[in-house]
């Protein structure tokens, strides 16, 4: 599967961005879909991921109760919304699909930068 992250950019602080990760192929309900962050100097962190269905979803610490992961199966496509942005949102987000695990995973897309200003 290849996986193409949109949607990134300049937010404020308190706002909102919505990025969407479209995937290739037939078989994108096959997958568990999750989305990961790096900034700068940082490791890699688990930002969200949902099940094959959607019925599940999962979540880091540190996005809790503001961003939502979901799926569209008919459209091939997963969004991480993010609402009430922070400043250490800041990083290169990546959406990444394995059929088998939720928390690590075989295929990722080429990253999309979010920048939060305060």
């Known amino acids: 599967v290849q996986l193409q992250a949109s949607g990134g950019g300049l937010e404020q602080a308190g706002g909102s961005l919505r990025l969407s990760c479209a995937a290739s192929?037939?078989?994108?309900?096959?997958?568990?879909m999750g989305w990961f962050r790096q900034a700068p100097g940082k490791a890699r962190e688990f930002v969200a991921a949902i099940t094959k269905s959607g019925g599940s979803a999962y979540y880091g610490e540190s996005v809790e109760g503001r961003f939502t992961i979901s799926r569209d199966n008919a459209k091939n496509t997963v969004y991480l919304q993010m609402n009430n942005l922070k400043p250490e949102d800041t990083a290169v987000y990546y959406c990444?699909?394995?059929?088998?695990?939720?928390?690590?995973?075989?295929?990722w897309g080429q990253g999309t930068q979010v920048t939060v200003s305060s």
């Open positions: 990444a699909a394995d059929p088998r695990r939720l928390h690590d995973y075989d295929y």
């Open positions: 192929g037939r078989t994108f309900s096959s997958y568990h």
